[in-house]
């Protein structure tokens, strides 16, 4: 991870520049067309509802900016922007959580979720195929799935992961590990391991 | 994609899921009004920011008139304490150096105990009087 830190730092070498010469508005112009999509993906990921990533990224965002000018350079730009998303996101889940054991309706909104979607009416084989596999990366243990999810999100890279998870490459490798093989052995035990099935559905 | 970056496996069921995998996991785009909402989000943090940053000197100024005005109450305070102590002992000196004649004609040798008794009497008064207002007991005697 020490490389992508490294990389990221000089690719903010500018943002930083501009915040030490006290330009807040012109460093945050910089730094949110690089950031925006990935602060989003990265409460995706952690959050697992786009209508709660999208308001988590705003507010993260928001906060990021307001606390620019106190941003001592001590940890890389890039970092310090994912620990402040992290920290937005980890706050959302506590929230529902608490939310949800206020409210014991709640607690059949998955049912009611899985029901809605056996009624619908799959168009297709391969969009058969496509939620059978979301419905195993569900069964997933949650940090394998969330590192999972980010690591296609962010286009296959685990440096990158690793910077928006805060965890060393390692761990992201392991959780990756871990999160194929358990697919792996779901599919098998499903009878769904013929490669074939799952080339179709990603044709 | 790098390949250094592959998930580990070379099995033809591994790059399948892999390209499966890709496939149900697209990256989120981001909505269309994200934006435009996260600048009016910062156009209105910013709005706040700059009226708590101009109301800022008045509330300083109006929390440094409050102090010097809970000072000069102090002092006022201090030098009336101090005067009524000062009024008391010329006072009571005054009574003393009046009295002292008819107490030593009454009472004798005893002239001098029976002064310090009254000292002490009228002492305890006044401060049991204040400790009985500074604990509220003609609040709670009015009660009943």
């Known amino acids: ?203 | 994609m790098n390949s250094d970056q592959r998930l580990p496996g070379n099995s033809a069921l591994d790059a399948a899921l892999d390209a499966a995998l890709a496939r149900v996991l697209p990256p989120p785009e981001l909505p269309a009004q994200f934006r435009t909402q996260l600048t009016a989000a910062i156009a209105s943090e910013a709005a706040l920011e700059l009226t708590l940053r101009s109301a800022r000197p008045r509330l300083e100024r109006e929390q440094r008139e409050q102090l010097a005005e809970l000072e000069a109450d102090y002092m006022q305070l201090r030098r009336r304490t101090l005067g009524t102590l000062i009024g008391g002992a010329f006072a009571a000196g005054a009574a003393v150096a009046v009295a002292l004649p008819w107490l030593k004609a009454t009472f004798g040798p005893n002239a001098m105990l029976v002064l310090a008794g009254i000292g002490a009497v009228v002492g305890l008064a006044i401060g049991t009087a204040s400790w009985m207002q500074r604990l509220g007991v003609p609040r709670l005697l009015r009660r009943f």
């Open chain 1, 1 to 203: 991870m020490q490389s992508a830190v490294a990389s990221a730092a000089s690719r903010d070498s500018d943002v930083v520049e501009l915040l030490r010469a006290g330009g807040r508005e012109r460093a945050f112009a910089l730094l949110l067309p690089r950031y925006e999509r990935k602060v989003f993906r990265l409460c995706c990921a952690l959050l697992r509802d786009p209508t709660q990533a999208q308001d988590a990224a705003q507010e993260s965002l928001v906060r990021i900016w307001k606390a620019l000018p106190g941003y001592d350079g001590r940890a890389s730009l890039s970092s310090w922007i994912y620990t402040i998303t992290r920290n937005r996101c980890l706050t959302a889940i506590e929230r529902r959580r608490a939310h949800a054991a206020l409210s014991d309706s709640e607690l059949d909104l998955p049912s009611q979720a899985a029901e809605a979607a056996s009624e619908h009416e799959l168009e297709s084989e391969s969009e058969e195929r496509s939620a059978q596999l979301r419905e195993l990366i569900d069964l997933l243990p949650e940090r394998a799935r969330r590192t999972l999810v980010l690591f296609y999100f962010e286009q296959r890279s685990i440096s990158e992961v690793a910077q928006q998870l805060g965890c060393p490459e390692g761990t992201v490798k392991t959780h990756l590990f871990r999160a194929r093989a358990a697919l792996t052995a779901l599919l098998k035990q499903r009878g769904l391991d013929d490669p074939s099935l799952w080339l179709e559905a990603s044709t």
